[in-house]
C-alpha cells in the first residue's frame, strides 16, 4: 500500500514550485490533493499538467488572508473528498529587499497578512474538520530560524510561524493531529530568483553564488528536497514528530 493511500490533503500555495511538487509527491503515494492559490490561470495549468499524469489533484481558488475564502476552500475539500486528513499550510510571499528605514510600511503589512494571518486562518478553519487525526504542516524558513538583511517582514514573519506552530501543537496533541514546521534554506525557485535580483539588482547571479558558498552543501534545494521532508512528516513514519522545525537547508544555517 502507497504510504498516503485514501489520504486527503490541502496545499495552499498550490500553485508554487514547493506546493505543485508535494502535490504530485502525495498524490503518487495514494493521496487526494486540493490546490489552493489565487492564481486561477496557474491553477488551472498545474491541474491539467496533473490530469496528464493521472493524479488526483483538484483546485480551489482563494485568498488565504480573507476569512470567507478560507472557508470556502474548507467546504470545497469536504464537499469534493469528505473528509481532511493532511494540511500543507504553505502559502507564502516574499515582500522586497530593503533595510527596515527604507522597508514599505505597504508591503510589511501584505507580507504579515498572506504569511503570519493566512497561516492562522487555515489553522483556524481547516483543523476543526479534521475528525480523524491528521498532520500539518507549515512552511516557514531559514528565515524564521535566523536574521537575513534587508528582509525584515519576510524574516519576522517566519518567526511568527513557529510561534503559531508550537501554540497548535499544545492545542491539538490530544486530537492526534500533529503540527511541524518545515525550513527551506534557499531553494531555487522563482522566489529566491526575485530575492537575489532584490539583493543585488542586475546581478542575481553572483547574490546566487554567494548563498551557495555559505551552504556546505555548495548548491540550493531543489523543490524536491522540501517537498520528499513534507511527505514523511504526513506519513506514519513520523508518528511521534509533533511540534517541531525540521530544517532542509543543506547545513545553511550551520
Known amino acids: 500500500m502507497k504510504r498516503l493511500e485514501n489520504k486527503v490533503a490541502i496545499i495552499t500555495g498550490g500553485s508554487g514550485s514547493i506546493g505543485f511538487t508535494t502535490a504530485k509527491k502525495l498524490a503518487n503515494e495514494g493521496a487526494k490533493v486540493l490546490l489552493v492559490?489565487?492564481?486561477?490561470?496557474?491553477?488551472?495549468?498545474?491541474?491539467?499538467?496533473?490530469?496528464?499524469?493521472?493524479?488526483?489533484?483538484?483546485?480551489?481558488?482563494?485568498d488565504v488572508t480573507d476569512a470567507e475564502?478560507?472557508?470556502?476552500?474548507?467546504?470545497?475539500?469536504?464537499?469534493?473528498?469528505?473528509?481532511?486528513?493532511?494540511?500543507?499550510?504553505?502559502?507564502?510571499?516574499?515582500?522586497?529587499v530593503k533595510p527596515i528605514s527604507e522597508y514599505p510600511e505597504d508591503t510589511f503589512d501584505q507580507v504579515l497578512a498572506v504569511n503570519v494571518k493566512g497561516v492562522f486562518l487555515g489553522m483556524k478553519y481547516v483543523t476543526p474538520k479534521m475528525e480523524n487525526g491528521g498532520s500539518v504542516v507549515i512552511t516557514s524558513s531559514v528565515a524564521g530560524l535566523v536574521g537575513s538583511p534587508g528582509m525584515v517582514a519576510y524574516n519576522?514573519?517566519?518567526?511568527?510561524?513557529?510561534?503559531?506552530?508550537?501554540?497548535?501543537?499544545?492545542?491539538?496533541?490530544?486530537?492526534?493531529?500533529?503540527?511541524?514546521?518545515?525550513?527551506?534554506?534557499?531553494?531555487?525557485n522563482r522566489m529566491m530568483r526575485s530575492l537575489e535580483e532584490g539583493a543585488k539588482p542586475g546581478h542575481g547571479e553572483e547574490v546566487k553564488a554567494g548563498y551557495e558558498q555559505q551552504i556546505p552543501m555548495h548548491r540550493y534545494a531543489q523543490p524536491e528536497d522540501?517537498?520528499?521532508?513534507?511527505?514523511?512528516?504526513?506519513?506514519?513514519?513520523?508518528?511521534?514528530?509533533h511540534g517541531n522545525t525540521f530544517v532542509v537547508d543543506g547545513g545553511f544555517t550551520t
Open 37 to 62: 492559490d489565487i492564481d486561477e490561470e496557474s491553477l488551472k495549468e498545474r491541474q491539467q499538467e496533473a490530469e496528464k499524469k493521472g493524479l488526483d489533484i483538484s483546485y480551489a481558488v482563494a
Open 69 to 96: 475564502d478560507v472557508q470556502n476552500y474548507v467546504d470545497t475539500a469536504l464537499e469534493r473528498y469528505g473528509k481532511i486528513d493532511l494540511f500543507f499550510n504553505n502559502a507564502g510571499i516574499e515582500g522586497v
Open 156 to 188: 519576522t514573519s517566519k518567526h511568527a510561524i513557529i510561534g503559531t506552530m508550537r501554540v497548535a501543537a499544545q492545542e491539538l496533541g490530544e486530537r492526534n493531529i500533529r503540527v511541524n514546521t518545515v525550513h527551506p534554506g534557499p531553494v531555487d
Open 226 to 241: 522540501i517537498s520528499n521532508m513534507v511527505t514523511f512528516l504526513f506519513s506514519d513514519e513520523s508518528s511521534y514528530a
